[in-house]
Structures are given as C-alpha cells and as structure tokens.
C-alpha cells in the first residue's frame, strides 16, 4: 500500500472512541487508521516509510462541514467572495461548505444563472463547495433543470428576504417545490419566518436603536407560527424539510413531536443563538443584527438543550457578512442594517466556548459540526467521519488553548463580527483538505484546490 503521509495523535475522534494513534492518507483518502498499541512507539522509524505528521495530544477531528454560507459572489463580491469565504473557512477547520442561492446577483434561481455561481467559484475554492438553488414565486418551471444540474438541494423563504431579487414563496409554490424535490431526493431548506400581525415594527421604527425593539419586531409567533406550517407541509407530501437557523426555543416540542411521528424533518440552528444572548446585546449594535433575532438567555437555554437530544440535528453558522455601509456601523440604526452575521471562520471555537461550559465533549462537536451535516447533505458516505475509505479532510485544534479575537486574525472580506473581542476556546491548528496541507498556523497552503460538490 502507498501512504503519502501519516497524521499521529493521542486524541484522534473516531466514530466509536478517541483513540491515540495514526492516520494514513493516500491519494486524498483515508487508508488506514492503526492505533499507536498496534504499531508500537520505538518500531515505528524503522518500519514506517513515509512522512509522519506528529501533532502531539493535539485533537484531530474530521473537516467541519457548514451548509449554510452566504458567499454572495457573483453580483455582490463586496460584501463576501469565495476567495475570502473560503480562506475564512479553511483557517477555520472547515472543508466543505454549502452556498446559499442569496445574495449573490443573480440569485440562483435556475440553471442559467446555477452556472455563473459555478463559474464564479472556479479557481478561488480553496475547501470543497457545494451550492443550494431557490424556490421564488415565478420560477417553478426551472426547479427540476435547477436540481438536475446539481443542486444539493431547494431554499425558500416565507417572508421578505432581505432583497427584492429573491421574493418569499407561499404554501402553493412549496407544495409544488417539494413534489419536485420528493422525486430528487433532495430536502427543501426553509427561512422560517410568517409574516403575523404583531406591534414590533412600529416600536423599531420609534426606537431604531434598541435591540429590545428590533428583538419584539421579530416575535418567536413569526418562526412558531412558520415552522407549523412547514410541518404540515412536511405531513402532507412526505418530503424532506429542513429547517434553517431555528432560534425559537417555544418550537422545540412541535419539531420534537414531527419527529415522533416519522416526518423527514431536519433542524438546524446557527453558533450565534447558542453564544449570545438578548441581555447582553447592546443597543446600536448592528453586528448582532440577523433574522430571526437572538433571543433571551432562557431561549439559547432550552436551544443547547435540544441540541443535546438530537432535537437539533447540527450546527451551521449562516455567515452573511455585508459592507459596513451596509451593515450602518456608524449609525447604530437597527431598522436600516443588514440583517446577517460574519462569523464562518470562528465556527469551532463560538461553539466549543459555550460546549464547555455546559459539559459537552469533542466528541459532541464531532457529530455537531461534522458528522450529522455530512448525513444531512447526504455524503456520509466519505464524510464526516475519520474512517476507512473516507475523504482525508481534517481539522487539527487545540480545545484546552483560548484566544481573544482580534481583527487582524479574520481572514473574511470584511473584519465585522459580533464575536469580536470575545475570549474563545479551541484554536484551529492545521486543515488538510483531501490529504493536503491548506492551513497551518495562520499561514495557507495548496490553495484552490476544492472541489464542486454537484449532485444529480
Ligand atoms: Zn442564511
């Protein structure tokens, strides 16, 4: 057997256990696992004759898999291109994302323009990209070319997205996605946000720089109110729903009881509902602006709670970064900004942070960030897991060791995120994207050398 290179730990996260040992990678897979009982420490110079990596007690763990990134380019690279997205990604951990149909221009809302996302991409992916496609009102005769051509999958909204070129959807134009997607075998990703009659706007239009305001014109009956309906549109056709950035904890037991019942639902949520909380927001701070809100800490209570049950199926951080002038960081107006957050790099750490503090383990993260996406986007097959026959995407990092983020260190377009400053645990120390170097110790290596993820 030819091995390229050999990657030795005292913690390396299986699907069973942690064990102390050796990874053997050739031609970007993982040949082998042997632990170090099996080898020995003293025969290992004489009859190992490739290159090992010996990274000490540091934790190796699969590639973290994020499919939720807004990368925006074509159309919008000044807010985030797959240049910058992508190093983001690879200096943190991350080998393998998913684009959003938004908000690049044009959106990507059929194959035409599921093309000029490709062409925008080649040659700037420095991870593995793959790319969702977009149900609108006007373009259900596009949807099964849209699929056909790759994409992983369909995302809707159910209120405004945040730009005119990607108008919310109905309950009849899902009805018609999802027998699409049904035959496909693809899931359908919903912003779930119901337009419901509420006082919250007028408040934020009075006081445009309370968090309260903007928090109340965003009420938890909005997603509640959604993700029923998403539910029974799940129960009515038998297809497969995800929802997106779940942040209302009063959804948890309605989500608990479809999934009882043997609905193909799937939940996600975002590190920055799991990290902050609405207490501690300050008013004019825009950075913490995104939809739906971060809540109360009682709310990202119950949230890390159902992450524990497996009510929520992973994490994903839904990086949608915006310009500054955008983002109206020198005005404070939470009515006018951009509502999304930057924060796709600090992935890892913004979760392992609050992890720790509530006794979750490594092995937690693994299946969080890693092993539950890769299900999800059906390629655990060869990944998402440090296994035999499995792709050698990988992610070195240090869980005991913290650090407090500065901009300098944020490789994203833009150096705007709320978890600036913060005091952070777990450094990410190398990524190996199928078997090569791309990231280690700030520096990148082996760049553009992601793959398109299409499925047919
Ligand atoms: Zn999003």
């Known amino acids: 057997m030819q091995v390229d290179l050999a990657i030795k730990s005292k913690n390396i996260v299986t699907p069973l256990e942690i064990i102390d040992g050796m990874i053997l990678i050739s031609d970007g897979k993982i040949v082998d696992i042997i632990s170090s009982v099996s080898y020995g420490e003293e025969k290992e110079t004489v009859l190992l004759d490739f290159p090992i990596e010996d990274v000490g007690d ?71 990209c793959g790319f969702w496609g977009g149900v609108i009102p006007d373009n259900e005769n596009e949807l099964e070319e849209l699929l056909s051509t790759g994409a992983l999958g369909l995302k809707a909204f159910l209120t405004h997205s945040g730009i005119d070129d990607f108008p919310n959807t109905n309950a009849e134009h899902l009805r018609h996605a999802l027998k699409i997607l049904k035959k496909s075998d693809k899931p359908l990703l919903v912003h779930c946000e119901l337009d419901v009659a509420h006082h919250g706007e007028k408040q934020l239009l009075e006081n445009p720089h309370s968090y309260a305001a903007w928090l109340n014109s965003r009420p938890n009956a909005m997603e509640d109110e959604a993700i029923k309906m998403m539910i029974g549109l799940c129960r009515e056709t038998g297809a497969h729903i995800h929802i997106v950035h779940l942040s209302s904890a009063n959804s948890i037991e309605q989500i608990q009881k479809a999934k009882a019942e043997g609905l193909p639902l799937t939940v996600e949520t975002a590190q920055h509902y799991l990290f902050f909380d609405s207490e501690s927001i300050p008013d004019g701070d825009t950075r913490y602006k995104c939809a739906p809100p971060i809540r109360d800490k009682a709310n990202r209570e119950k949230l890390w709670e159902a992450l524990g049950n497996g009510t929520i199926d992973f994490v994903a951080t839904d990086h949608s970064p915006a310009p500054p002038v955008l983002k109206e960081i020198t005005s404070g107006n939470l009515h006018q900004a951009w509502g999304g957050i930057a924060g796709l790099q600090f992935a890892l750490p913004a979760l392992w942070t609050g992890a720790l503090e509530r006794n979750y383990s490594v092995t937690d993260i693994s299946k969080w960030l890693c092993e539950n996406p890769a299900k999800f986007l059906k390629l655990d097959s060869h990944k998402g897991k440090i296994a035999k026959g499995f792709d050698a995407d990988l992610c070195i990092w240090m869980p005991a060791n913290n650090f407090i983020l500065k901009e300098e260190m944020i490789h994203h377009r833009h150096k705007i995120t709320p978890y600036m400053d913060q005091e952070l645990y777990g450094i990410v120390k190398q990524t190996y994207l199928s078997g090569n170097k791309i990231y280690g110790d700030g520096l990148f290596y082996n760049l553009n050398r992601g793959n398109i993820i299409l499925k047919n």
Request: proline letters at 7%; charged letters at 15%.
């Open 58 to 128: 540091h934790v190796v763990m699969p590639g973290i898999i994020d499919p939720h990134v807004h990368i925006n380019e074509p159309g919008r690279t000044e807010w985030e291109g797959f240049d910058t997205a992508t190093k983001a990604a690879a200096a943190g951990g991350i080998t393998t994302l998913v684009d959003m149909p938004l908000n690049s221009s044009p959106v990507t809302t059929n194959k035409n323009n599921f093309q000029l996302k490709l062409d925008a991409a080649t040659n700037k992916m420095h991870v593995h």
